[in-house]
């Protein structure tokens, strides 16, 4: 049996701000340790609601410099930041390739600064609710903001960036033409644009692109004009245009209530998927449960009944009483 | 109140061979029309379980000319084809782009070519579920292939892909290296790499890459040897070395059993994602829900409770017995 964990122990190191317990801390939630709901509701209280930047692009798009060079500059400002660089685990090689890590290497020694990658393996209950998680348990442990880094632009991405209130969508003169990129959802969640790698060839084409279809949308008084960026993460170049759009962004959300309105959908959203979660786990216990299902996967495969009556009929025999 | 829908004369014309019955069953499927589930479960027995090849990668990659030429080359073998564009819809426009559309209408000139464009919107039950429904309405009306292509590198994309049985990525020299190309999850859902616009700068060191990574691969005797292509969609250069290359994939999957183990496993998935979907309608038609949500929303964002511990009060409330 393991030896169960000391989270009285754990817990005390990270009020007096030991980032090792912040680390463990965060190990013991994602991996759901027995005993973290109750911890996890102990931190509850003291995160303070900090500015959540959510950085997202396609890969290869300088993300993980720019995140480096914005920290850079927020600490210049006296924050203390929690990154955290969601890194989809290479099946080969069981971790979190080299090349991110070694930049963030140089972020992470900067003072006040902490970072945790995570990967798409390893985290119960999914990898977006583990970063809400993560980010919660950085807001409680004192930090004064949380970036959160995804590589990507598929709606599970999307969902990660979910648990940010503002979302930097960055893009590279490589990344098509501003209408393919467009296609891909990303102007559903973006609330900045940055074109990175602004001294390539294309740039100014990608920028006018971008500009042009935003101009096409539709704004109602008072709503939030999506900032186009140009930025040389490399050459630090645009990167303080970048974090006065997100300071903007943030005072915006403030004053207008769209904030408030955001965090209220984000834990509707949130709770939903739990109890989704945790109906299909009491589901999945029910005795008989795996037989049920081999035999409809055998209707369904023989092509002697479809999937949606395969669904109702379990859900019949579970009897289920309201 | 809407008339009732004549799906006896549709499977009617459905079963006649006429094109725009598929479409139409597609529509009635896709929107869950009252009487859809019955109609899908008419149409389940005639279908033969043909191929289904999916075609994903970054967007820009080029990815609806090779689907055009592909479909062009199968035609000329005299096949018939059902392709599937999965195209997010624009938020401004309200439909797909115009781009891929003109350049699909090319293909759906050709014999026997029937093309389904699908936006992420206006799919009840989810994109996933609804491109399954429709590659099985495809298949039941007698089409000898089904192509889904989806853009996208995401999870919700890999979601689509997983309808397929054989899947093809796209990458070009511009999706960056290719070290970072894997990060974003598609070796692990890759049975063939496509490096398209292969006359571009960078293509002989982004095949190079995806191959010296490919060959970390520790392979047991008899898996599948992830085939690595260049093509010129556009100069028609190489799809037949895709063809060759879907074409022995197909035969690996019948001759090893993976094909079947495959689909079993798909039908399981599919099972289980319609299990969730009705339970959670289930619950969140039960009378008190939404207040019950409304006032746990108000514990956590005050952070009196964790979202964990809110769901669990949920549940116990419903007092589901089984």
Redo the contacts between chains.
């Keep these: 049996m393991p030896r169960a964990v000391d989270y009285e122990e754990i817990y005390r190191r990270f009020r007096s701000g030991a980032e090792f317990a912040l680390a463990r801390s965060i190990s013991l939630i994602e991996n759901h340790t027995a005993g973290y ?1 109750d911890y ?2 102990r931190l ?2 003291t ?1 303070r609601g900090v500015p959540r930047v959510g950085i997202t692009g ?4 300088g993300k993980s410099t720019l995140v480096g060079r914005l920290t850079k500059l927020l600490v210049e400002q006296n924050e203390t930041i929690g990154v955290i660089a969601v ?2 685990t ?3 090689t069981g971790g ?2 080299l ?1 991110d890590r070694i930049r963030m290497d140089d972020v992470g020694g900067l003072p006040g600064v902490f970072i945790r990658s995570m990967g ?1 393996r390893g985290s119960l209950g999914g990898l977006s609710q583990a970063t809400r998680d993560t980010a919660l348990a950085m807001d409680a442990f004192g930090k004064d903001r949380v970036i959160i880094e995804t ?8 969902d990660i960036v979910g648990a940010a209130d503002t979302t930097v969508v960055v893009l590279v003169p ?4 501003g ?7 990303l ?2 969640i973006a609330d900045i644009f940055v074109v990175n790698k602004a001294d390539r060839d294309g740039a100014e084409r990608i920028l006018r692109e971008i500009r042009a ?1 935003l101009d ?2 539709p704004m109602a008084e008072g709503e939030w004009r999506i900032p186009v960026i140009s930025t040389e993460a490399r050459a630090n170049k645009g990167v303080d245009k970048l974090l006065t759009a997100i300071e903007e962004h943030e005072s915006y959300l403030k004053d207008s209530g769209v904030g408030k309105h955001r ?2 959908e984000r ?2 959203g ?3 998927n ?7 786990e ?2 999945l216990s ?2 008989g449960i795996e037989e049920s ?1 081999e035999t ?2 055998k209707s ?2 023989s ?10 009929k ?2 019949q025999h ?5």
């Design positions: 709901e996890l509701h509850y209280p995160a396609p890969p290869g798009a890194d989809p290479s099946p080969f979190a390739l090349g798409t590589v990507g632009v598929g709606q599970s991405e999307l490589e990344s098509g033409d209408v393919q990129a467009m296609k891909a959802g102007m559903e279809i096409l949308k965090r209220r834990a509707h949130e709770l939903k739990l109890l989704e979660r945790d109906i299909m009491l589901i029910t005795a299902l409809a996967v369904i495969l092509r002697n009944s479809t999937p949606y009556r395969e669904a109702e379990i859900i579970l009897n289920l009483h309201r």
